[in-house]
Antibody, heavy 124, light 108 residues
Framework: QVQLVESGGGAVQPGGSLRLSCEASGFTFSNYGMHWVRQAPGKGLEWVAF????????YYADSVKGRFSISRDNSKSTLFLQMSSLRAEDTALYYCARNWGRYCSSTSCYSDKWGQGTLVTVSS | SYVLTQPPSVSVAPGQTARITCGGNNIENKHVHWYQQKPGQAPVLVVFDDTDRPSGIPERFSGSNSGNTATLTISRVEAGDEADYYC???????????FGTGTKATVL
C-alpha cells in the first residue's frame, strides 16, 4: 500500500534552517508529482510547494518563495523540503502529499495520498 | 491570487443531508477537489474533479460545480462524517494550489 513518511521536523530558532524528508513506498515514486502542505496549529491547510515527477517544474507559495526549496531523489523515492530563514509563522505540521499525476495542470492537480506529517516549531 | 471561501461551520442531524459550499470567481471553469480531515489525522480525498469519488469513498459523498459555487453534499449523514472539509483548486494563472478556508461539519 502507498506510504508516505515524513521526518526531519523539530524545534528551531527564528532565522534557522531545517530539512524535511518524505520517504515514499508502495508505488513508483518517479511517476508522480509531489506536494508539501502545512497546517499551523488550529488552522487550515496551506499549500507550500509542488515538484513534478522528474524534478522539473517547481512551484512555491508566495509565503515561502525564496526561503524554501523543494527537491527529490527518485533513486531513493524521497522528497525533500529545505527550509531557511525560518519565521515563527512557519510553525506547522508539514505534510507531504502525492499528486494524482506527473504534472499540475488545470485538469490534474490534487493530492490522492498524504503522509502523517512532521512538526516544525520555530521559536526563540 | 485566487481565493476560495467556505462557511466556517455547518451542522446537520444524523440521517439528514449536509451541503458545504466553496465560493470562487468563475469556479465552474476550474476542477474542484474536496478533502475530509478528522481531528489528529491527515486529510483524505473524498471528491476529485468536481464530481468523482476515489475508491473506498461512500456514494453518500457527492460534488457539483456551477457558476461561482462548488458544493460538497453528504447524504444520510453519520456521526463518523464529523470533520473539517476543505475544497481545493489549481490556479493555472498563478501556478498555485489553493485551499478553501475550511468548514467544520458537526453532527448533532
Amino acid at each position: 500500500q502507498v506510504q508516505l513518511v515524513e521526518s526531519g521536523g523539530g524545534a528551531v530558532q527564528p532565522g534557522g534552517s531545517l530539512r524535511l524528508s518524505c520517504e515514499a513506498s508502495g508505488f513508483t515514486f518517479s511517476n508522480y508529482g509531489m506536494h508539501w502542505v502545512r497546517q499551523a496549529p488550529g488552522k487550515g491547510l496551506e499549500w507550500v510547494a509542488f515538484l513534478r515527477y522528474d524534478g522539473g517544474n517547481k512551484y512555491y507559495a508566495d509565503s515561502v518563495k525564496g526561503r524554501f526549496s523543494i527537491s527529490r531523489d527518485n533513486s531513493k523515492s524521497t522528497l525533500f523540503l529545505q527550509m531557511s530563514s525560518l519565521r515563527a509563522e512557519d510553525t506547522a505540521l508539514y505534510y507531504c502529499a502525492r499528486n494524482w499525476g506527473r504534472y499540475c495542470s488545470s485538469t490534474s492537480c490534487y493530492s490522492d495520498k498524504w503522509g502523517q506529517g512532521t512538526l516544525v516549531t520555530v521559536s526563540s | 491570487s485566487y481565493v476560495l471561501t467556505q462557511p466556517p461551520s455547518v451542522s446537520v442531524a444524523p440521517g439528514q443531508t449536509a451541503r458545504i459550499t466553496c465560493g470562487g470567481n468563475n469556479i465552474e471553469n476550474k476542477h474542484v477537489h474536496w478533502y475530509q480531515q478528522k481531528p489528529g489525522q491527515a486529510p483524505v480525498l473524498v471528491v476529485f474533479d468536481d464530481t468523482d469519488r476515489p475508491s473506498g469513498i461512500p456514494e453518500r459523498f457527492s460534488g457539483s460545480n456551477s457558476g461561482n459555487t462548488a458544493t460538497l453534499t453528504i447524504s444520510r449523514v453519520e456521526a463518523g462524517d464529523e470533520a473539517d472539509y476543505y475544497c481545493q483548486v489549481w490556479d493555472s494563472n498563478s501556478d498555485h494550489y489553493v485551499f478553501g478556508t475550511g468548514t467544520k461539519a458537526t453532527v448533532l
